[in-house]
C-alpha cells in the first residue's frame, strides 16, 4: 500500500460549473481516486472553491454584493454538483477559510526567509475612469512574442509564454474598453530564475507524463522570469510582513494563493480527523511522506501553475534553489508526481460561452440526465489528450447504443433469465465448465490487470474501452450459448451454468466499471443479490471553521468500504429478483430540444 495524494483543480467560485470543468478536472481525478483505493492505496483526495481575486470582487460589486457574498453562493452551488457527479473527495473546502490564510501565509514567509520572494517596484495598470487598479487577467492585446491577438496581461495562452500587461501590443480593458494607463507600484515577486535548475532537475526525473505536458512545461523553463505574487486588490489574502499586514490595499495574488489550497486543505482533513499531522504521510518528504505519490489534474490552461509555479514553491520553501535555505515550519515537501492535464472540451463545434448561451451547466444536466451517462461520455469521449466536442448526437448515441444497449443490456438479460428460472444465482453443473466458459472468465479476470493498469497511467480512455470489450464478449458468450433455448429438465444444468458465468462477468465487469459509474454499480451490486457498499459516495457536511470564521459546506465521505479491485467469486443460491433497468433510454427527440436551448 502507498500513499496517494489526488490533488484537483480548485473551481473558480463566482459561477456554476459547465460540463467543459468538470471533464478536465472533475471526473478523471475521481475514477483515478476510486481505482486508487479499490486497489488497496491509502488516498487522499482534496480540493474546494478558488475564491479570492478580482474577477469575483469586480463580479459582486455588480450585483451588490460583498465578495464573501458571492463566494458563499457559488461555494455551495459547486459543492452541490460535485456531490451530484459522486466526486468521492475525502475533503472538498474553499480558500476562504483561516486554516487556509494561515498555510498561505507561512508558505510565503518561509520562501521570504529564504529569498524567493523579493520585493520590486514594477508598472501597475489603472482605469483612466475609475482610478482602481485593473489586474493582469482583466488586460487583453496582442501577445509581443507569438502575435496571439487575445492574449492576457500574466499570460498568453497560445504560446503559454508569462506576460506582463505593459509588454502587450495594444492592451485594452476588458471591463470597459479603455486603454489602461501604467503607473509605479511596489510588489512582491517569486524569483524563478533562481529556482530554475531545481525545476530542471525535477522534470528531468518526470517518468510517464502525456507528452504535451512534459513538452509545454520544459519550454517554459527557457525563459523563466521573476513573477508577481502580490496584487493591488481589496479582496484576497493579507501580506504577512511587517508594514503590509494592516494594509488594505495589496493582497497575495489568487493563483500563489490557489494553488497552496492543496497543502491547506490536506492539513484542515488532518485536523478534522483528529490527527492533526496526519497530513504529512502524503506531504513530508522525510519521515511517512517520502514514497508518496501525488498527481494533480486540472485543464491545459493550468499547466504553468501546476509544472512551474507549485513546485518552484514547494521547494523554495524546502529550501531547495540556488539561494538554499531552510524549510519552513511544516517541514520539506514533496514536489508533484506528475500534472495530470486535459485538452479542452467544446459544445456543438464552439467554445464554452456563458454569455452565448453556448453551454450546459453540471445542474442543469443532472436535472435531466443520470450522471453516469455524463461520466460515461467524459471517460470514453472526453478531452483526455486531445481537443473534443461534445454534441447531443453523439451523447444520445453512447447512451443509448453502448450504456443501454451494451452494458446495460447484459446485465438486465442476464439477471432477468436467472431470475425467471432459478429465483437466486444457480449452481455450476457438476460436470464441470466448457472451454466457452473457460475462456470468457478468463477475459474477465484479465480485465482487473488490463484495465487497472491503464487506469494508474491515466489512460482512462483506453481503460473505459477494454472494460467495455469485457461487456461485448459475455454479450456474445450470451448469444452464442443461447440459455433461453434449454428448455427441457435435462438442460436446466447447463442454463445454470451458463447463467451464473455470465453473471460472474457481470460482477466482474461491474467493479471494472466502479471508478467510472459508481452511481450505477451500486444498483448491479445490488441487482446480483449483494448488500452493503460497493461504491462509497460523497456527503455534503455543514461544518465549523476550524479558528473561528464562519461556517461553511464541505464534501468528504468514508471510502473505506466498498469493492476491491479483484474478481470475487459469486454464491449460488443467492436471492435474485426481476432487476429494474439501470441505465434510462433516452428519446431522440432530446438533441433537438438541447440545441433548441443554446445560443446562436
Known sequence: MSHVLAAVAWPY???PRHIGHVSGF??????????????????LMVSGTDEHGTPIQVQADAEGLTPRE??????????EDLHGLGLSYDLFTRTTTRNHYAVVQDLFEGMYRNGYIVPKTTMGAISPSTGRTLPDRYIEGTCPICGYDSARGDQCDNCGNQLDPIDLINPKSKINGETPKFVETEHFFLDL???ADVLRQWLDTREGWRPNVLRFSRNLLDDLQ???ITRDLEWGVPIPLDGWRERTDKRIYVWFDAVIGYLSASIEWARRTGDPEAWRRWWSTDGQGKDAQSYYF??????????VIWPALLAGYSGEGARDGEPGQLGPLN?????VSSEFLTMEGRKFSSSRRVVIYVRDFLERYDADALRYFIAVAGPESNDTDFTWAEFLRRNNDELVAGWG???NRSVSMAAKNFGQIPAVDPAGLTDADQALLAVARAGFTTVGDLIAKHRQKQAIGEAMKVVAEANRYLSEQAPWKLKDEADKPRMGTILHVALQVVSDANTLLTPFLPHSAQKVHELLGGTGVHAPMPVIEQVDDLDGGPAYPVLTGDYTQGARWESVPLEAGRPLAAPKPVFRKLDPSIVDEELARLGG
Open 13 to 15: 467560485a463566482n459561477g
Open 226 to 228: 521573476p513573477r508577481a
Open 26 to 43: 472533475g471526473v478523471p481525478s475521481d475514477v483515478f481516486a476510486r481505482y486508487m483505493r479499490m486497489a488497496g492505496h491509502d488516498v
Open 335 to 339: 514536489l508533484p508526481t506528475e500534472v
Open 409 to 411: 443490456n447484459l446485465v
Open 193 to 195: 530564475p533562481a529556482l
Open 298 to 307: 486540472m485543464g491545459k490552461d493550468n499547466i504553468v501553475f501546476h509544472s
Open 70 to 79: 458571492l463566494a458563499d453562493r457559488y461555494n455551495r452551488v459547486i459543492v
